[in-house]
């Protein structure tokens, strides 16, 4: 990936973390840690990969994207916002009563949210359904999917693992934001599913272990997920809470709000990344 | 008078799938490895390539269905009432009813008359928990005609409908001429002193009750209402305002089915006295479905005793 490019996504996924902090924030409530580490993945695909169009969000060619760990919504409306489907304005508004923006994605009344999901491991089996519906009837869009590490507990991901891999679906991408943290605990404490490749693998996925931070990788991931004829799991290694100092790897910032001192300290950090990006020469 | 057939409402459902199957190629069936049993295996067996069996898997099928109605595409899904509303209510609720996707579920096998497979498989609560899922239409038809164009409503209709099949072979009770409608109920027999609603197969045994209680003098007017949500309240009403009492029958507990229906709009809009007759906030059991529905009281002399109760209620 050229560095100016590298550079750009950069700078795009801080204002999409700053998009989350202000999101979370203004709701005092929120999945603020889950959204920060999925930043970086999501930002890839609405930015850099999938067909879209913030004009035409309902087109009918477009990938689909699948949030199924749907409490990481405020990352995917930051993303949303950023891209242009609505305004970045709007991200105030989350979670409050005359909002669109609900807790979690809503596909009924927010643009470019493509399922409603929310409710841990249906969002896959959604997705799944998408892609035998494109092979199904020749419509050429894929779909991707960014599920959990702790929603891999849920018996319904390895149903959908279980039937795309039969059906060879090989127009399904799924991330696996692994951040290893999950509300009672690290995924070790509370019940892992580990090891989650070898797993995929047995149910005729391909799968990938990346870096989900590094662009390089998650481009290189997509490609490599272009060529092979099955289901591709990508297992992004990610740290929760991601540029923001105190919620790095901090479980209790699984579903909190920073109160003002800490909004105002998180901005302040993402600032002080994002211009000292802006300040580097390519 | 011609002999009168006996089929299972399921079986109208697989046929319609397959008329609709030679009619359209938009549509997808699923399954969860119940395909002989569903009568989806009948569309399987005409268009395989149209058809995906989703395994042991019903919330996955469910959510599956789910994706491909996002994509626009028109979906059938079928396993029994059991698993269908019952294991994947969540993802009924969360996957297709809150976004108001259009998947159809064909749930088969409800309730008591399942018969030998007992307690575990007759679902009497299926009505009750899709009733509460905001904008899902119910439809339990009658019988293998009602069926057949209930499944056919539905392919036209926008937003999820739960359809509701029988295993056990009922009277086909409605002729070809009988014309069905989401949301409207249809009265089979006038009367004054009594109106007696009645869904599924207990619509056979409403108009079996008409006829006894004709014989002791009592007038019951017998209304089928197939859709159960949104319930026909215009004929509800008009029941209890002309004859004065009303008693409901249903193949379902009597906590939160038709009778629950059809009493929160008659209290809330001109109470008069209704008496349920279904099952009684109890499991089923094994047995040979006819005995069963003996046993569970689910016949028309039952009907006639509720109606007597309901008569003597009235003020």
């Given at each position: 990936?050229?560095?100016?490019?590298?550079?750009?996504?950069?700078?795009?996924?801080?204002?999409?973390?700053m998009?989350?902090?202000?999101?979370?924030?203004?709701?005092?409530?929120?999945?603020?840690?889950?959204?920060?580490?999925?930043?970086?993945?999501?930002?890839?695909?609405?930015?850099?990969?999938?067909?879209?169009?913030?004009l035409?969000?309902?087109?009918?060619?477009?990938?689909r994207?699948?949030l199924?760990?749907?409490?990481?919504?405020?990352?995917?409306?930051?993303?949303?916002?950023?891209?242009?489907?609505?305004?970045?304005e709007?991200?105030?508004?989350?979670?409050?009563?005359?909002?669109?923006?609900q807790?979690?994605?809503?596909?009924?009344?927010?643009?470019?949210?493509?399922?409603?999901?929310?409710s841990?491991?249906?969002?896959?089996?959604?997705?799944?359904?998408?892609?035998?519906?494109?092979?199904?009837?020749g419509d050429?869009?894929?779909?991707?999917?960014v599920?959990g590490?702790?929603?891999?507990?849920?018996?319904?991901?390895?149903?959908?693992?279980?039937?795309?891999g039969?059906?060879?679906?090989?127009?399904?991408?799924a991330f696996i934001?692994?951040?290893n943290?999950?509300?009672?605990?690290?995924?070790?404490?509370?019940?892992?599913?580990?090891?989650?490749d070898?797993?995929?693998?047995?149910?005729?996925?391909?799968?990938?272990?990346?870096?989900?931070?590094?662009?390089?990788?998650?481009?290189a991931?997509?490609?490599?997920?272009?060529?092979?004829?099955?289901?591709v799991?990508?297992?992004?290694?990610?740290?929760?809470?991601?540029?923001?100092?105190?919620?790095?790897?901090?479980?209790?910032?699984?579903?909190?709000?920073?109160?003002?001192e800490?909004?105002?300290?998180?901005?302040?950090?993402?600032?002080?990344?994002?211009?000292?990006?802006?300040?580097?020469?390519? | 008078?011609?002999?009168i057939?006996?089929?299972a409402?399921r079986?109208?459902f697989?046929?319609?799938?397959?008329?609709l199957?030679?009619?359209?190629?938009?549509?997808?069936?699923?399954?969860?490895?119940?395909?002989?049993?569903?009568?989806t295996g009948?569309?399987?067996?005409?268009?395989?390539?149209?058809?995906?069996d989703?395994?042991?898997?019903?919330?996955?099928?469910?959510s599956?269905?789910?994706g491909?109605a996002?994509t626009?595409?028109?979906?059938?899904?079928?396993?029994?009432?059991?698993f269908?509303?019952?294991?994947?209510?969540?993802?009924?609720?969360?996957?297709?009813?809150?976004?108001?996707?259009n998947?159809?579920?064909?749930?088969?096998h409800?309730?008591?008359?399942?018969?030998?497979d007992?307690?575990?498989?007759?679902?009497?609560?299926?009505?009750a928990?899709m009733?509460?899922i905001?904008?899902?239409?119910?439809?339990?038809p009658?019988?293998?005609?009602?069926?057949?164009?209930?499944?056919?409503?539905?392919?036209?209709?926008?937003g999820p409908v739960y359809?509701?099949?029988?295993?056990?072979?009922?009277?086909?009770?409605?002729?070809?001429?009988?014309?069905?409608?989401?949301?409207?109920?249809?009265?089979?027999r006038?009367?004054?002193?009594?109106?007696?609603?009645?869904?599924?197969l207990?619509?056979k045994e409403?108009?079996?009750?008409?006829?006894?209680?004709?014989?002791?003098?009592?007038?019951?007017?017998?209304?089928?209402i197939a859709?159960?949500?949104?319930?026909?309240?215009?004929?509800?009403?008009?029941?209890?305002?002309?004859?004065?009492?009303?008693?409901?029958?249903?193949?379902?507990?009597?906590?939160?089915?038709?009778?629950?229906a059809?009493?929160?709009?008659?209290c809330?809009?001109?109470?008069?006295p209704?008496?349920?007759?279904?099952v009684?906030?109890?499991?089923?059991?094994?047995?040979?479905a006819?005995?069963?529905?003996?046993?569970?009281?689910?016949r028309a002399?039952?009907?006639?005793?509720?109606?007597?109760?309901?008569?003597?209620?009235?003020k």
């Amino acid at each position: 990936m050229e560095a100016s490019v590298k550079k750009e996504l950069q700078i795009t996924a801080l204002k999409v973390r700053m998009g989350i902090i202000e999101g979370v924030h203004s709701a005092k409530a929120g999945h603020p840690g889950g959204s920060l580490s999925c930043a970086d993945i999501i930002t890839y695909l609405y930015f850099k990969h999938m067909n879209i169009d913030p004009l035409n969000p309902k087109k009918a060619d477009r990938d689909r994207f699948v949030l199924s760990k749907g409490h990481s919504a405020p990352c995917l409306y930051a993303v949303l916002a950023e891209r242009g489907f609505f305004k970045t304005e709007l991200l105030k508004t989350l979670r409050k009563p005359d909002s669109i923006l609900q807790g979690h994605p809503d596909m009924k009344h927010i643009p470019g949210v493509d399922m409603s999901t929310g409710s841990l491991g249906q969002g896959i089996s959604c997705a799944v359904g998408m892609a035998l519906s494109a092979k199904h009837f020749g419509d050429k869009f894929n779909v991707y999917a960014v599920l959990g590490d702790g929603e891999l507990e849920e018996g319904q991901v390895w149903e959908a693992a279980m039937f795309a891999g039969n059906k060879g679906l090989s127009n399904l991408t799924a991330f696996i934001d692994y951040n290893n943290l999950q509300i009672d605990g690290t995924i070790e404490e509370v019940n892992s599913a580990a090891p989650i490749d070898k797993k995929f693998e047995a149910f005729k996925w391909h799968t990938i272990v990346i870096d989900g931070h590094d662009f390089d990788q998650i481009e290189a991931a997509l490609a490599e997920a272009k060529t092979v004829d099955k289901p591709v799991a990508i297992i992004a290694k990610t740290t929760k809470g991601k540029c923001v100092s105190y919620m790095e790897n901090a479980v209790n910032w699984h579903g909190a709000a920073p109160n003002d001192e800490l909004y105002e300290q998180a901005m302040t950090e993402l600032k002080a990344q994002l211009d000292e990006l802006q300040k580097q020469g390519v | 008078m011609s002999e009168i057939k006996n089929v299972a409402t399921r079986v109208g459902f697989g046929k319609a799938l397959v008329e609709l199957g030679a009619e359209r190629d938009d549509f997808l069936v699923l399954d969860a490895d119940l395909a002989a049993a569903t009568q989806t295996g009948m569309f399987k067996k005409e268009f395989p390539e149209r058809f995906y069996d989703c395994g042991i898997a019903e919330q996955n099928m469910i959510s599956i269905a789910a994706g491909i109605a996002a994509t626009g595409k028109k979906v059938v899904c079928s396993s029994f009432a059991m698993f269908a509303a019952g294991r994947a209510f969540e993802q009924i609720r969360n996957s297709i009813g809150y976004p108001h996707l259009n998947v159809i579920i064909g749930a088969t096998h409800a309730s008591i008359s399942v018969g030998e497979d007992g307690a575990t498989h007759q679902c009497n609560e299926d009505i009750a928990l899709m009733r509460s899922i905001p904008g899902m239409t119910i439809i339990n038809p009658a019988d293998e005609t009602e069926a057949k164009l209930a499944v056919r409503a539905a392919m036209e209709h926008d937003g999820p409908v739960y359809l509701r099949f029988g295993r056990f072979a009922v009277p086909v009770v409605f002729g070809d001429d009988y014309k069905f409608q989401i949301g409207k109920g249809v009265e089979l027999r006038e009367g004054k002193d009594v109106t007696i609603i009645a869904t599924g197969l207990m619509v056979k045994e409403a108009l079996e009750a008409h006829e006894l209680l004709k014989s002791e003098g009592i007038d019951a007017r017998v209304v089928n209402i197939a859709t159960i949500k949104p319930l026909d309240k215009e004929i509800v009403l008009k029941a209890a305002k002309e004859t004065g009492a009303i008693v409901t029958a249903e193949e379902h507990s009597i906590i939160g089915g038709l009778g629950s229906a059809v009493s929160e709009a008659v209290c809330e809009e001109y109470p008069v006295p209704v008496v349920k007759l279904g099952v009684n906030d109890t499991f089923g059991k094994s047995g040979p479905a006819a005995q069963l529905l003996d046993q569970f009281g689910l016949r028309a002399v039952n009907i006639v005793e509720k109606v007597k109760k309901a008569i003597a209620l009235k003020k």
